[in-house]
Nanobody, 116 residues
Framework: QVQLVESGGGLVQPGGSLRLACAAS????????MGWYRQAPGKERELVGM???????NVADSVKGRFTLSQDNAKNTLYLQMNSLKPDDTAAYYC??????????WGQGTQVTVSS
């Protein structure tokens, strides 16, 4: 069973930056897609961005121009670079991987808090 472990969350001031990392126990190059989701208190989990095996990338409109996804296949790690952070970005961030057409897995989440 593939495991995903997120890191890099924390407290940051508005306008600041953080980089989240998601380390996978398997070869990310074989995954159909990997992505980041977030869930704020009282809200539904939402997609932040995704990278497909084919190399396609998409990010939510709410973070476009501020957040960037990247993947290091040699390190089996997915990254989320977050710049110009806003209080509305405060949430638990979860890494997600679609391993096959029928199998997905989630990380345990990492908290990001944007506050002065």
């Amino acid at each position: 069973q593939v495991q995903l472990v997120e890191s890099g969350g924390g407290l940051v001031q508005p306008g600041g930056s953080l980089r989240l990392a998601c380390a996978a126990s398997g070869s990310v190059a074989t995954f159909i897609a990997m992505g980041w989701y977030r869930q704020a208190p009282g809200k539904e989990r939402e997609l932040v961005g995704m990278i497909t095996r084919a190399g396609g990338t998409n990010v939510a409109d709410s973070v476009k121009g501020r957040f960037t996804l990247s993947q290091d296949n040699a390190k089996n790690t997915l990254y989320l670079q977050m710049n110009s952070l806003k209080p509305d970005d405060t949430a638990a961030y979860y890494c997600h991987a679609r391993l096959t057409a029928f199998t997905t897995t989630w990380g345990q989440g990492t908290q990001v808090t944007v506050s002065s």
